[in-house]
């Protein structure tokens, strides 16, 4: 899987090397991305296709999604040792490939790989998948907005723009390998795994070290504009969407409001997809030489998963009980003030502004100090889930990272794998107000993007707010009371569908970063949308 992986990067940069289509470059790139979310979607889709009256068939389903589901866990957790004991290596892959296809047989009725539609609608309605993308597929993917795809290698790097026009290359001559990696793993070293007050603390090497925040915001200013000017700024200016503005006066020093903005896809592969890609750029109060001054960001991890989460119902919510007959939201929200080991954590806040804003038009259910088993099951059946909580990142193995709940006093966990298992068809919105649930350690299936926010959109959630990195109590508190205000105030006017989250979010980040100040990037801009 990670020769795979990194082939897919190579083949991509010689094919943007040689001229090839567009639509072949992102095809290469695909191959490598997301495999291990390319099983879960595929196991995800299944669910409603196999006859659930059939108690037989049904058994037999979830025997391959569980031997499925574990011989991939086997393989990921053995991956470092491939080059030591490649025949066991070979025996499990080969063991995996035997239980995929039975899990195809049983919903296709095919021993063989046939191309088939990667969204076509089959019998019951049901949405299938399949590795390689046709070029309908990737016209698609533009639909409600441009998709831009990045690709480093060491062959070069590049971007692929997919807008109505359809896909087009744009190189990015100084967008060098070495600086990503470099820039990239100082991103990753400095996620905490827990709220910070005034100072985080962060593992390196397996030793907890005290990382000064001042030091962190500039190293972050760094990154932040090499980044705007090595990939972000070229891409929007081939979409004539930014323009020099050397001849403009009394630069706005307000946000622009969402909805004056489109709204970009950002895919990164590889080590791009640990960059901040939305609060790329300059900063200071007269700027507007960055992303957020120009476009709505959300994050998928492949053109499939975009694809899959858009293929997810989109439920109306209901606004006041007034008769209608939309479903009125069930809220769920996960507090935890305290965490053994752990630093508190001022939880109330959000809490509080949630009832709030969200209380007259929806049920909601606070769940204080809950255990992974509790949590779980009302999962089920929310429409919207909140955790205000510490998180966890795991390097060695992604499907480790978990939210941190509480049971019979010590650490319960709630992990990616277990996220994953669910499937819930009617959930739009999870928040995950702790640190790092976009983002992953992994530095070796550095293009899987193993992570909670995916993990929750794999299990039905359309919509995920995540962070890239530790979040702080004012941030978190503030960001989320501000977004939920909008999003009601939106509800109360028009009703809702979760399509409008990620231009919520951006207002109401930009609104905290107005306050804060731009420059303070660790506090504003660990938020992001991940969704359709």
């Known amino acids: 899987m990670i020769r795979l992986s990194k082939l897919g990067s ?22 490598g991305q997301g495999l291990i979310a390319n099983i879960a979607m595929q196991l995800h889709s299944g669910t409603h296709q196999v006859n659930q009256e059939d108690n037989k068939g049904w058994t037999k389903f979830f025997e391959l999604q569980v031997g499925i589901t574990a011989a991939f866990d086997c393989i990921n957790q053995s991956s470092p040792d491939v080059e030591s004991d490649p025949d066991e290596y070979l025996k499990k892959s080969v063991y995996l490939k035997q239980l995929s296809d039975e899990f195809d047989i049983m919903l296709f009725g095919k021993k063989q790989f046939e191309p088939r539609p990667l969204f076509g609608v089959d019998h019951l309605e049901t949405w299938q998948i399949r590795m390689s993308l046709d070029d309908s597929d990737i016209l698609s993917v533009s639909d409600k907005g441009p998709v831009v795809c990045f690709n480093t290698s060491s062959v070069g790097s590049h971007a692929i723009i997919i807008d109505e026009g359809g896909p087009r290359t744009v190189p990015l001559p100084h967008l060098l390998l070495k600086d990503v990696e470099r820039y990239a793993n100082t991103n990753i070293r400095l996620n905490g795994t827990g709220r910070p007050g005034k100072q985080s603390s962060v593992k390196i090497d397996g030793v907890t070290q005290v990382v000064d925040p001042v030091s962190t915001t500039k190293t972050m200013k760094q990154i932040m504009e090499w980044l705007w000017d090595a990939a972000v700024k070229p891409v929007l200016e081939a979409m004539g969407i930014f323009r020099a503005e050397k001849k403009m006066k009394g630069l706005r020093l307000s946000p622009s409001k969402a909805r004056d903005m489109p709204t970009v896809w950002w895919v990164g592969s590889g080590l791009m997809s640990h960059l901040p890609l939305h609060a790329a750029g300059y900063h200071s109060a007269s700027s507007t030489e960055n992303t957020c001054s120009h476009v709505v960001s959300s994050y998928m991890p492949s053109l499939k998963a975009l694809l899959f989460s858009r293929g997810q119902t989109e439920v109306p919510w209901g606004l006041l009980n007034t008769g209608s007959q939309d479903p009125v939201p069930n809220v769920v929200v996960v507090e935890m003030p305290t965490t053994p080991g752990e630093d508190r954590l001022d939880t109330e806040a959000e809490g509080l502004a949630i009832r709030q804003h969200v209380g007259t038009r929806a049920s909601v259910e606070v769940l204080r100090s809950p255990s992974s088993k509790i949590v779980l099951e009302k999962l089920k059946n929310c429409s919207i889930a909140h955790f205000a909580c510490h ?37 739009q919105l999870a928040y995950l107000a702790a640190c790092s649930t976009a983002s992953t350690k992994d530095r070796v299936l550095v293009n899987e993007t193993v992570h909670l926010a995916t993990a929750f959109q794999l299990a039905g959630f359309r919509h995920v707010i995540g962070t890239l990195w530790e979040t702080y109590d004012k941030s978190a508190s503030s960001i989320s009371a501000n977004f939920y205000k909008q999003l009601m105030q939106i509800v109360g006017s028009q009703g809702y569908y979760a399509s409008d989250v990620a231009c919520v979010l951006h207002d109401a980040t930009m609104e905290y970063r107005a306050e804060v100040g731009g420059e303070s990037i660790t506090h504003w801009a660990p938020f992001v949308h991940v969704g359709p």
């Open 10 to 31: 190579i083949a991509s940069s010689i094919f943007a090397l040689v001229n090839r289509t567009p639509y072949d470059i992102l095809r290469a790139l695909e191959v």
């Open 391 to 427: 998180g966890k990142a795991v390097s060695e193995d992604p499907t480790r990272n978990a939210l941190l709940l509480v049971s019979n006093g010590r650490v319960d966990e709630l992990r990616v794998e277990d996220v994953q298992r669910l499937s819930h068809c009617g959930a």
